[in-house]
């Protein structure tokens, strides 16, 4: 499966942004889809992931509470929605795909470009 991730940009402190990430290729509802960022000079950071059917979601401690993951599987797109973000969020963000639920980012097998997401003070 192919993902295309989009939807990042720059953004004031306190903004919101909705990153999508659309999967092409292999059905869509067979993978579960994770989230990721990784600053300059920091390690991939390990954000949520959703199953494959949606119904259940998990979201790091980092960001619980602003971050919000979701999908619609009749568009074959997955969503990352952030708000209140901090210049801190300042990151290029990734999607993933992985038949199974991961925190690991080595379980992912599919992975997209990333979408810059730029939030200043």
């Known amino acids: 499966v192919q993902l295309q991730a989009s939807g990042g940009g720059s953004v004031q402190a306190g903004g919101f942004l909705r990153l999508s990430c659309t999967a092409y290729?292999?059905?869509?509802?067979?993978?579960?889809m994770g989230w990721f960022r990784q600053a300059p000079g920091k390690q991939r950071e390990f954000l949520g992931f959703?199953?494959?059917?949606?119904?259940?979601?998990y979201i790091a401690d980092s960001v619980k509470g602003r971050f919000t993951i979701s999908r619609d599987n009749a568009k074959n797109t997955g969503y990352l929605e952030m708000n209140s973000l901090k210049p801190e969020d300042t990151a290029v963000y990734y999607c993933?795909?992985?038949?199974?639920?991961?925190?690991?980012?080595?379980?992912?097998?599919?992975w997209g470009l990333g979408t810059q997401v730029t939030v200043s003070s």
């Open positions: 290729g292999r059905a869509f509802n067979t993978y579960a």
């Open positions: 959703i199953n494959r059917n949606g119904g259940y979601t």
């Open positions: 993933a795909a992985n038949k199974d639920n991961s925190h690991d980012s080595i379980n992912y097998d599919y």
